[in-house]
Nanobody
Framework: QVQLVESGGGLVQAGASLRLSCAVS????????MGWFRQAPGKEREFVAA??????????VYTDSVKGRFTISRDNAKNTLYLQMNSLKPDDTAVYYC??????????????WGQGTQVTVSS
């Protein structure tokens, strides 16, 4: 059974930083792209960032609103995905989800999701 478990969310003030983690078990982390999504209250879930598979880390893609502030990374030895979030804004408030891609390169398709972790940014 594949499990994705997010952690690291919390309540912070604007301008602060958080690092989210997503631990993957039950399936090989290797060979698959991974992504982060978020869903704010009353809004649809939106794509945040993704990282392709590579032994050395993989190329990345970001939604425009987080470019230069967020960094996605992966530790293949630990089967863990990360999202470093800097210069947080109140608009970043959402439940953040990690998702497993369906292949080595991110195509938008997902096979498994985590349960989400809440990030709240106060002004």
């Amino acid at each position: 059974q594949v499990q994705l478990v997010e952690s690291g969310g919390g309540l912070v003030q604007a301008g602060a930083s958080l690092r989210l983690s997503c631990a993957v078990s039950g399936r090989s982390f290797s060979g698959y792209a991974m992504g982060w999504f978020r869903q704010a209250p009353g809004k649809e879930r939106e794509f945040v960032a993704a990282i392709n598979w590579s032994w050395s880390g993989g190329s990345t893609v970001y939604t425009d609103s987080v470019k230069g502030r967020f960094t996605i990374s992966r530790d293949n030895a630990k089967n863990t995905l990360y999202l470093q979030m800097n210069s947080l804004k109140p608009d970043d408030t959402a439940v953040y989800y990690c998702a497993a891609g369906t292949g080595a390169r991110w195509s938008g398709g997902t096979s498994h999701w985590g349960q989400g972790t809440q990030v709240t940014v106060s002004s």
